[in-house]
């Protein structure tokens, strides 16, 4: 068997079951006292550990809260549904959000914890927010020469680092007396209304910060792609101040840019 295509398959038997280990075993050479399932079992641990070990780095609140055991065992059944396809372990886990969501309607153990999945988002976008691209300057001189008639095709860029959240549960105290460790007191209320945040970089430095429903709707529009003329025709803009906003969006840095779009036929 070619050279590569013995790395791709013990790359395979790592990262996921397969039904040609005993095929691949015969390629592998006994080493003094170890056999060769048992050097392929070393192997695994191992990647097992790292991946696990990369989880409970971007997830502590959820750790935290389901315990090591518990929580090893979503990893390790996330990482056979979800294998990783990207080299840097910096950008691994991206869906466990949505793994944790399909986990929770099958077992029965996890029905008291429905903000679960909301948790385990705030946590990925947390991580993703330090990770993400530099963003540009805006272009203020380049945004005064655009023509009115241009504004139906003018769409407002987010910042690499922004993302956009709601939620009904108390995430963000849960989030807080979970992140590093795990405060005493672990009785949260329901908010009165539905929580409306965003999380950016700021100074490399990940922030979350509280919005009000105006805020968020406007930004949410944005965030869909709506152009300039759209947005000033939603229904909620009359509500609120939009310039200010859109001023205060673009000095916080969530808004960096906009672009033109074509038009087509």
């Known amino acids: 068997m070619p050279l590569a295509n013995i790395e791709k398959t013990f790359m395979d ?15 592998l050479l006994p080493l003094s006292s170890l056999t060769k ?11 097992n550990g790292a991946y696990q070990k990369v989880l409970g780095q971007v997830y502590p609140a959820c750790l935290n809260i389901l315990g090591e055991d518990y929580f090893n ?20 886990g991206e869906y466990f959000t949505v793994f944790v969501k399909e986990q929770s309607d099958l077992h029965d153990e996890l029905n008291d914890f429905e903000y679960l999945a ?11 927010s330090f990770y993400a691209d530099n963003d540009s300057s805006f272009a203020f001189e380049k945004l005064a020469k655009v023509e009115p008639s241009e504004q139906n095709i003018l ?10 959240h709601s939620s009904i549960y108390p ?11 795990v405060e005493g007191n672990q ?29 968020y709707e406007l930004l949410k529009s944005i965030s869909n792609g709506l152009s300039l003329t759209q947005l000033t025709e939603r229904d909620f803009i009359a509500a609120g101040d939009f310039q200010n906003e859109l001023t205060r969006f673009i000095q916080n840095g969530w808004v960096t840019g906009f672009s033109l779009l074509e038009l087509r036929d």
């Open 13 to 27: 038997n790592l990262l996921k079951s397969s039904v040609k280990e005993s095929e691949f075993l015969t390629q």
């Open 187 to 215: 009785e949260f209320s329901m908010p009165e209304a539905e929580t409306y945040f965003c999380i950016s970089r700021v100074e490399f430095t990940p922030k979350i910060t509280l919005l009000n429903n105006y805020q």
């Open 73 to 92: 065992q979503l990893c390790r059944a996330y990482r056979f549904k979800y294998p990783s396809t990207d080299s840097d372990l910096n950008n691994y």
């Open 171 to 181: 995430v963000l105290d849960i989030w807080k007396a979970n992140k590093s460790s």
């Open 155 to 164: 769409i407002f860029i987010l910042s690499n680092s922004f993302s956009l």
């Open 37 to 47: 399932e048992k050097q392929l079992s070393i192997y695994k641990s191992n990647v």
């Open 118 to 128: 909301e948790l385990a988002l705030l946590e990925w976008h947390w991580h993703a």
